[in-house]
């Protein structure tokens, strides 16, 4: 009987081993995943407003014909999830394919000249 009093020892040491290090692996998967969204919206948010830039350096829009479709869609989709991540209220129309209202981008993109008056 004592050899088999070690087997099931042993097992029950197993089974509680398992459902230790899963709980543990749980816990630290769940605390991951809002941090994680938040640096993809930062890094799309930054790269939108680079690409961005580099056609209109001031943040003033005064040509947008000049600016890709494609780059002041991108900007407009990253500058709303982040107003909506942060709860900014920014007029950013996710998937417009043109900029609606400057200020958006003015406030989104923290390169952006703001205006004078403002703190």
Known sequence: MKGIAI??????YLILAVTVMTVALMFFLSQGGKAQTDFEIEAARSSACASYQYYDPQCTNTDSAKIPKQIQKDLNTACAKYSERRNLELRCVSGAETIGDIKCVQQCCLACPQPKGKT
Do not use: L
Not at 7 to 12: D, K, L, M, R
């Open 7 to 12: 087997a099931v020892e042993t097992i029950v």
